[in-house]
């Protein structure tokens, strides 16, 4: 069984709830057009000024969809 990599975007500042919350539209747009197997995706308020959008790909398209969406970070996905 494959790993499962989360991959993380980092959003700061007054906008970053709204902007996590737009950008995971975009990441659900690109696992539609992309056909991707993994479907999970989200966001999280971590702060006042701090939001993350994530989306979960298996480790054999990390590569692929890293250099296509460049990610901040990258974490081993757990649920």
């Known amino acids: ?11 700061r500042g007054e906008s970053a709830a709204k902007i996590a919350e737009h ?17 999970i995706t ?5 702060s006042e000024l701090y939001a993350i959008a ?3 790909v298996k480790e054999e398209n990390m590569i692929q969809v890293r250099d296509a969406l460049k990610p901040h970070r990258g974490e081993v996905y757990q649920k």
Request: charged share 40%; no cysteine; net charge positive.
């Open 1 to 11: 069984m494959s790993r499962k990599i989360k991959l993380i975007w980092d959003f």
């Open 23 to 39: 950008h995971e539209k975009h990441l659900k747009e690109y696992i539609e057009i992309k056909k991707l197997e993994e479907k």
């Open 42 to 46: 989200g966001f999280e308020v971590i």
């Open 54 to 56: 994530f989306m979960v």
